[in-house]
């Protein structure tokens, strides 16, 4: 095998691996914000004061 043919290969494996991370990131939130029971931000304005 040669460099030409490991480093494509290894470059498409990494943005397939940021893809997957990014749409099973996405998938949780999108669960956290259909939640009612989620804890808030700290950072939200309507969070309680801690």
Do not use: G
Request: proline fraction near 8%.
């Amino acid at each position: 095998m040669t460099a030409e043919f490991i480093v494509p290969l290894l470059a498409l494996m990494t943005m397939l691996a940021a893809i997957i991370f990014a749409l099973v990131s996405k998938h949780r939130t999108e669960q956290k914000l259909d939640d009612p029971n989620a804890p808030k931000s700290t950072l939200a304005k309507d969070a309680p004061n801690a």
